[in-house]
C-alpha cells in the first residue's frame, strides 16, 4: 500500500489505543507555509489560512499537563475548531467559482463527505456526555448519603453510600466494553428524547443514538479515508487552495479523533494512521497529538473508558472511598471519620466540575454539529451556483 494511503496496525490494540502517525514528507511534493508563494490572492488567502490554524492550535497545545483533556481544554479545543471552520468557510465562498472546477470540485467534496461522517462522532459524543451525567448523579448520592455537615456517619448511611459507588462502578467498567449492545435508535441533536432510564443497567439500551455496529475507530478510518497531503503540482494548477482544504480536512480529523479518545465512545480501539506533511500547522497538532497518546499509556489510563481528566478523577475517587468502605467498622473511630470526610470532600470537587462543565461542552458539541450542517449546505448551494453561471 502507498505510503500516502491509510495503513491499519498489524497488532491487535488494546480499548484505548489511539494511534496515527505525523511524518514529514518529501519537500519538493508540496509547498509548505513558510514557502515563497506567489502574489496572487486565492494562494495569499490560503497561506493566511494555514498560519490562523497554526496560531490557534499553538494556544491550544500550550496548556499544562493538568489542564490537558479536562472539560475546559475540551471546551478550548471546540471554540479553536469553530473560530477555524469559519474562517474556511470564508474560503469556501471567496472561492466559490474555483472550487467549482477540477481538480478543486473533487477536494471541497472529499470535504464535504468528511463533514458528514464527523456527524456521527459529533453523536457519540453527545451520547457519552449523557452517560457521564448518570455516573454524576451516582456521586451525587454518596454526597448526599456522607454529608460532611453530618456531626457522625452511621451504617445505613455507609451501606446507601457503597451501594452507589457499586452501581458507578460498574457503569464505567461497562463503558470500558468496546462490544457493548446499544440500540439501533437514531437520534439527531435538534430532536429531544423522552425516555429516562429507570436505573444504571438499562441505561445504554435507551440513550445511545449510534446503531449497534457503530465504531468510533472505523468512522474515524472513514474520516481519514484518502487523507493525502497536496500534490506539488495540484498546488500550482489551484494557486494553493488545495493546501487550505488539506489544512482544514486534517483539522476535522485530528479534533474528531481528540474528542473519541477524551470522551466515552463505542470502539474506540482500532487505530488511525494518517501521513502528511510537515505544514506549519501540523507542530502544534502533532505536540497534542504525542500528548494525548503518552496519556493513553500510562497504567492507570490504559484500560479507561475515556481520557477525560474528569473521568480519571472520578476513577480515582470511587476507588479510594471503596477501599476506605471496604474496611469500616462501626461506630467510627475519630481518624476513619475524618478519613471518610477528607474523601468526600475530594468527591465534592469533581461532582462540581462535572456538573459545571457538561452542559456548556454539551451545547458546544450541539453547536459544532449544526455549524458542520450548516456550513455545507450553504458550502455546496454557493459552489452550485457558481457552477451554473459558468
Not at 142 to 160: C, K, M, P, T, Y
Not at 162 to 178: C, G, H, N, P, V
Not at 266 to 290: H, N
Request: aromatic letters at 8%.
Amino acid at each position: 500500500m502507498p505510503s500516502t494511503d491509510l495503513q491499519e496496525s498489524s497488532s491487535s490494540p488494546s480499548p484505548s489505543t489511539f494511534s496515527f502517525s505525523i511524518l514529514s514528507r518529501r519537500r519538493d511534493q508540496v509547498h509548505s507555509t513558510d514557502s515563497p508563494l506567489e502574489s496572487n490572492g486565492q494562494e495569499s488567502e490560503s497561506e493566511a489560512f494555514q498560519r490562523t490554524v497554526a496560531e490557534r492550535f499553538q494556544d491550544v497545545a500550550a496548556a499544562p499537563s493538568q489542564e490537558l483533556l479536562s472539560i475546559p481544554w475540551i471546551h478550548k479545543l471546540l471554540e479553536t475548531f469553530l473560530s477555524v471552520h469559519e474562517e474556511f468557510k470564508a474560503i469556501v465562498f471567496n472561492n466559490r467559482s474555483s472550487l467549482a472546477k477540477p481538480p478543486m470540485d473533487k477536494h471541497i467534496n472529499d470535504f464535504f463527505d468528511r463533514s458528514v461522517k464527523a456527524l456521527d462522532v459529533c453523536n457519540a459524543i453527545r451520547d457519552g456526555i449523557e452517560q457521564i451525567r448518570h455516573w454524576q448523579k451516582q456521586l451525587e448520592i454518596v454526597l448526599s448519603a456522607l454529608d460532611s455537615n453530618q456531626r457522625s456517619i452511621g451504617e445505613g448511611q455507609f451501606r446507601r453510600a457503597k451501594k452507589a459507588l457499586i452501581d458507578l462502578t460498574i457503569a464505567m467498567l461497562d463503558d470500558r466494553d468496546s462490544s457493548a449492545t446499544v440500540s439501533h435508535r437514531n437520534r439527531s441533536f435538534g430532536r429531544q428524547s423522552n425516555h429516562q432510564p429507570r436505573s444504571m443497567a438499562n441505561f445504554r439500551s435507551l440513550s445511545w443514538s449510534v446503531s449497534r455496529t457503530w465504531s468510533a475507530a472505523r468512522q474515524l478510518q472513514a474520516i481519514s479515508s484518502n487523507l493525502a497531503p497536496p500534490r506539488s503540482n495540484e498546488t500550482s494548477a489551484t494557486n494553493g487552495l488545495n493546501v487550505g482544504v488539506f489544512a482544514m480536512s486534517y483539522v476535522l480529523l485530528f479534533v474528531m479523533w481528540a474528542l473519541v479518545a477524551a470522551i466515552p465512545c463505542q470502539d474506540r480501539g482500532l487505530p488511525t494512521q494518517v501521513f502528511m506533511r510537515q505544514f506549519a500547522w501540523a507542530a502544534p497538532i502533532g505536540s497534542l497529538y504525542e500528548r494525548i497518546m503518552e496519556e493513553s499509556k500510562r497504567r492507570d489510563r490504559r484500560n479507561s473508558c475515556g481520557l477525560m481528566r474528569e473521568i480519571y478523577e472520578i476513577e480515582k475517587c470511587v476507588r479510594l472511598m471503596n477501599e476506605l468502605t471496604d474496611c469500616v467498622e462501626f461506630p467510627l473511630t475519630e481518624e476513619r471519620e475524618r478519613q471518610v470526610k477528607e474523601r468526600v470532600q475530594e468527591i465534592g470537587k469533581i461532582y462540581e466540575a462535572i456538573k459545571e462543565g457538561l452542559d456548556p461542552l454539551e451545547r458546544l458539541v450541539r453547536e459544532v454539529f449544526r455549524r458542520i450542517v450548516r456550513s455545507r449546505t450553504e458550502g455546496l448551494d454557493s459552489i452550485a451556483r457558481a457552477n451554473a453561471l459558468e
